[in-house]
Structure formats: C-alpha cells, structure tokens
C-alpha cells in the first residue's frame, strides 16, 4: 500500500474533481469537447512517459520542449514537400533520437549533470530553430489532418496510441529487467555497478528514449492541425516535468510509475478547464497547479525524511 500511496492519494484529488465537476458542471463532460481535450494532452502523455523514467533514473531533461519543435517542424516540413507521412514521421523520431543521444553522451559519457547539459542544449535548439524558421508557421497539404481518417477517429487514434505507449512501458517497468536497472541506477549508481548493471549506459538509452518518445509525440501532434507552430513546444517541459513530480516519481530517483505519472497529467491538465466551467478566474490556473506541485514536493520530502528516520 506504501509503494503506491502517492499515485492512490493523486487519484483521489482527480477524481473528487471529476465529481465535483459532474455536480457542478456538468457541461465539463459534454462529448466533442471532452474528446478534443483529452486528444490535446495525448502527445503531453507520451512525453511524461519518458520523462518519468528519467527522473526514476536520478536525471532530467529540460530541452524536451525544444525537442518537441524542432521535431515537429521537421515532420512538417517533409510533409509539405508532399514526403509520406510514415517518412516525415520515421524523420522526426530519428531527429529526436539524436538530440537525446547528443544530451546522453553529455551526461552519460562526460559525466556533466543533466539540467546543466540540456539547459544548453535547449537553448541552442530553441535558437537553431528561431533562425531557421524565423517564426513561420509550416502550412500542411490538404489531407494530413487527423491523418484523413476525420476529426473523431483521427483524435480516438491519438488518445489511443498514447494510452498504448503507457501502458506498455508501465508494464516493461515493473516485469522486465529493463525496468528493474532503471529503479536501481536512480536508487544507488554505485550498488546498481557492483550489480553488474552500467549505469553510464542505462543513463544514454533514457535520453535517447527520451529523444525518441518527443519525436514521436510531435510527429502525432502535427495532425491536429492544418499548420505547425514552431513555438508549439514552449513550456512543454515544464508540464510533463510537473506531472511526473505530482505523479509521484520522486525527484531523488528511485521510487514512482509511469501510473503516476500518466495520473499527475490528467490531473494538471485538468485544472485549467475545470476552473473555467466552474467560473473561477483563469488567473488561478497557474497558483492552483504551483500548490499542487508544492504539495507533492513537500510530501516527496517528508517521505524521505521518515524513510532516513527509519
């Protein structure tokens, strides 16, 4: 019960909201609404995935965000050069591979600490990308939205292909020894050694992954719509960083789940709207997901403490 008190209390407080919105606001729950929002965090969704096992990992990655654009302008570039949309979308991937890869061998072969590393490595992409684009958005063939299959499938596939990538790692996380070297890296780098486990090497295939997962999400996301923002990513680390924290990952590695993770999404993703159907001032939005991370923090601190006491 301990191993998942975090992930049962953050549960707990979604779904009060969620019934105090079915009370209140039941409008919240409307149909075509309800389907585009949760279609707007599925590619958010993918990324936490990844993020979350950085963290387990005693690591962070704060140029996802940047990743996120760069990728998503690639993909939709190749798109308007009438390339498939399998090839624009295998593009983007590798591109995102490869930032990780470069922000893995940073950390993993330098041994430089990872908000340093991708702290620049963020800020040369945003600036790659704003001299590159110079703000323009990339206007995408008829066709392409919602991949053709129109607006209601093309978002049931997205949520779809999210909720399949979590939970396939959420799985290999917790039955597959993959998983298991992620937790013991993040627990102890010097036990997890002697174990015969490198942690050098598990630490470059998280950023990788990491890279991989932020190709894919925006190769995803630029179906929703007929054109691409090259600021799309902005402040997108900042989220997905947020719900894996909320979610219960601790931020000294070693203990969390993608679960919780996927958990601590919805429930920051549901704040925004659920202030505006209850007819609270947007201007909360930001305070109320600040007290709910503070919250987390300072029960991930306390947790610490009573495990040092112990």
């Known amino acids: 019960m301990n191993q998942w008190s975090r992930e049962i209390w953050v549960a707990s407080v979604l779904a009060a909201l969620l019934a105090l919105l079915a009370v209140f606001a039941p409008a919240f729950y409307a149909p075509m609404p309800l389907l ?8 958010a969704l993918i990324m936490t995935v990844g993020m979350a096992l950085l963290i387990i990992a005693r690591q962070i990655d704060v140029s996802v965000g940047s990743q996120f654009a760069v990728c998503a302008v690639i993909a939709g570039t190749l798109t308007a050069a009438k390339a498939p949309l399998v090839i624009a ?86 039955h597959t020894s993959g998983g298991r070297r992620v937790y013991a890296v993040g627990s102890d780098a010097e036990s997890a050694l002697l174990a015969g486990i490198d942690p050098r090497k598990t630490v470059f295939r998280l950023f990788i992954l990491m890279g991989l997962l932020a190709g894919l999400a925006a190769a995803l996301n630029i179906v929703r719509s007929p054109q691409v923002d090259p600021k799309a990513g902005l402040g997108l680390e900042l989220k997905v960083i947020a719900a894996v924290v909320v979610g219960g990952v601790a931020v000294s590695g070693g203990r969390g789940s ?35 991370i503070l919250a987390a923090l300072i029960a991930d601190s306390l947790k610490r403490r009573t495990h040092a006491g112990r």
């Open 258 to 292: 993608v679960w919780g993770a996927s958990v601590g999404l919805l429930l920051l993703a549901t704040i925004n709207p659920a202030l505006t159907y209850l007819h609270v001032d947007a201007y909360w939005e930001k305070a109320t997901q600040g007290v709910v």
């Open 89 to 174: 979308v295998a593009t983007a991937i590798a591109a995102g591979g490869a930032m990780g890869a470069l922000n893995g061998l940073l950390v993993a072969g330098l041994g430089l600490p990872s908000i340093v590393v991708t702290l620049a490595t963020m800020a040369t992409w945003e600036q790659a990308l704003r001299l590159f684009q110079q703000g323009r958005f990339v206007a995408l063939p008829e066709g392409t939205q919602w991949w053709g299959l129109g607006q209601t499938m093309g978002q049931w596939t997205l949520i779809a292909a999210a909720c399949l990538i979590t939970a396939a790692f959420a799985v290999a996380m917790k």
């Open 36 to 43: 585009s929002r949760c279609s707007e965090q599925a590619p």
